[in-house]
């Protein structure tokens, strides 16, 4: 199983990235994916999250209006576009699998059972 993220980059503040993320997962479209972000110094937080039949999507209260996460079952990728960004956007993004189909705990990093190694945007001032 891989995750494999990619699309990061630098970007002026009021930028825009979209980010893809690969996945090598058997029944891809069983799987809510999500995207967490690990700031320096900071812990790995939740963004944004698209459940396992496409139906809902959760985001961060600081990326609400901002970011829009989607899904294409049929290349096996989710993506997340982020429009405005702003400096305090900088951070590793990663993308992960949670299997369940509940959305209870969907914040939290331990129901993903699989994870991508990350890919790193920076927003300047």
């Known amino acids: 199983v891989q995750l494999q993220a990619s699309g990061g980059g630098l970007v002026q503040a009021g930028g825009s990235l979209r980010l893809s993320c690969a996945a090598s997962?058997?029944?891809?479209?069983?799987?809510?994916m999500g995207w967490f972000r690990q700031a320096p110094g900071k812990e790995r937080e939740f963004v944004a999250r698209i459940d396992w039949d496409d139906r809902t999507t959760f985001y961060a209260d600081s990326v609400t209006g901002r970011f829009t996460i989607s899904r294409d079952k049929a290349k096996n990728t989710v993506y997340m576009q982020m429009n405005s960004l702003k400096p305090e956007d900088t951070a590793v993004y990663y993308c992960a699998a949670d299997p369940r189909h509940t959305n209870y705990f969907y914040t939290a990093q331990r129901v993903y059972d699989y994870w991508g190694q990350g890919t790193l945007v920076t927003v300047s001032s």
């Open positions: 997962l058997r029944a891809f479209s069983n799987y809510a």
